[in-house]
């Protein structure tokens, strides 16, 4: 059982470090074209959407979390990382319904 543990602990590492820097690459990548055209309609979508993908591996990390450490600490997480993300998918589509 403790060999079990460790694989989903290991899982859970992983999935928030590529979230983290599926995150990172994308504000990089979106300040690097802000800064080589200028500020356009392109630079908070490609935000937006490098957030809301990093967001989903966050979100696997936070149910993996659950059952490694079942508390209300843990559930509280889980869903505060889904209302994020909620939240960020509906600014995603604002954004493309005003372009």
């Known amino acids: 059982m403790g060999l079990y543990y460790t694989a989903l602990e290991v899982l859970r590492t992983s999935l928030l470090l590529v979230g983290s820097i599926l995150i990172f690459a994308g504000l990089a990548q979106?300040?690097?074209e802000a800064l080589r055209h200028g500020p356009g309609p392109m630079v908070p979508r490609q935000i937006v959407a490098h957030a809301a993908l990093g967001l989903e591996f966050f979100i696997g990390a936070s149910l993996?979390?659950?059952?490694?450490?079942p508390t209300w600490a843990a559930v509280s997480a889980a869903a505060l990382t889904i209302v994020t993300r909620k939240l960020v998918t509906l600014s995603l589509n604002r954004l493309a319904r005003e372009s």
């Open 64 to 69: 993996l979390n659950l059952i490694l450490n």
């Open 30 to 32: 979106a300040a690097s």
